[in-house]
Nanobody, 114 residues
Framework: VQLQASGGGVVQPGGSLRVSCAWS????????MGWYRQAPGKQRELVAR???????DYSDSVKGRFTISRDNAENTVSLQMNNLKPEDTAVYYC?????????WGQGTQVTVSS
């Protein structure tokens, strides 16, 4: 496993969290990076992605609330999540876009609850 996510936790609706992911392999800057999430009973979905040059794209469900960023010098990608909603509760993962099966780590749990 070469992608480790961290930074999840429990937050109240309307709150904020930042999750981060570190890549221990090579050529990080060449890959489109994405944040995915999987809620209980649902399929894993891509919510944000960022190109090697910094162009970003978001799913409609998080647009305007989440911000993805990357640091090619540190081999990290982060997701700033604001105005969190209960429906954002999920395990969050990072991976390439398109994803690579061997890159999936255990993810980090984000729970939004009052």
């Amino acid at each position: 496993v070469q992608l480790q996510a961290s930074g999840g936790g429990v937050v109240q609706p309307g709150g904020s969290l930042r999750v981060s992911c570190a890549w221990s392999g090579s050529s990080f800057r060449l890959h489109v990076m994405g944040w995915y999430r999987q809620a209980p009973g649902k399929q894993r979905e891509l919510v944000a992605r960022i190109s090697s040059g910094g162009t970003t794209d978001y799913s409609d469900s998080v647009k305007g609330r989440f911000t993805i960023s990357r640091d090619n010098a540190e081999n990290t990608v982060s997701l700033q999540m604001n105005n969190l909603k209960p429906e954002d509760t999920a395990v969050y993962y990072c991976n390439f876009v398109p994803s690579v099966r061997s890159n999936w780590g255990q993810g980090t749990q984000v729970t939004v609850s009052s």
